[in-house]
């Protein structure tokens, strides 16, 4: 059975930062087809405004959303069999659920906007930035 479980989240002030880790066990995550990072907005829909932050491709390639570009960085750790998402220069708007999640679909491709693609899904965990 393949797990995600997610550590990291918490209380920050504004323009520090914040790494989060999603452990992956039942898999390895060099064969996800693609691996990535998504957060929910407080108040907001979980069915329809989630956003897809950034994705990791079994290639190595990495895609971004326009609101953390530059600050934030996906990265995979194959020995640790770990996700990480490293955030800096934190805004109060990064405020939100943050999952980790994973598929293995080699016809889905690696997509943010393609949320219904990831088939694993970790437990979430709240990141909360003030100023």
């Known amino acids: 059975q393949v797990q995600l479980v997610l550590s990291g989240g918490g209380l920050v002030q504004a323009v520090e930062s914040l790494n989060l880790a999603c452990v992956v066990s039942?898999?390895?995550?060099?064969?996800?087809?693609?691996m990535g990072w998504f957060r929910q907005a407080p108040g907001t829909d979980p069915d329809t405004e989630r956003e897809?932050?950034?994705?990791?491709?079994?290639?190595?390639?990495?895609s971004y959303g326009d609101s953390v570009k530059g600050r934030f960085t996906i990265s995979r750790d194959n020995a640790k069999n770990t996700l990480y998402l490293q955030m800096t220069s934190l805004k109060a708007e990064d405020s939100a659920i943050y999952f980790c999640?994973?598929?293995?679909?080699?016809?889905?491709?690696?997509?943010?906007?393609?949320?219904?693609?990831?088939?694993?899904w970790g437990q979430g965990t709240q990141v909360t930035v003030y100023t």
């Open positions: 999640a994973a598929h293995t679909n080699i016809w889905a491709g690696c997509n943010r906007g393609y949320e219904s693609a990831f088939t694993h």
């Open positions: 897809g932050v950034a994705v990791l491709s079994l290639d190595g390639s990495a």
């Open positions: 039942g898999y390895t995550v060099s064969g996800f087809r693609c």
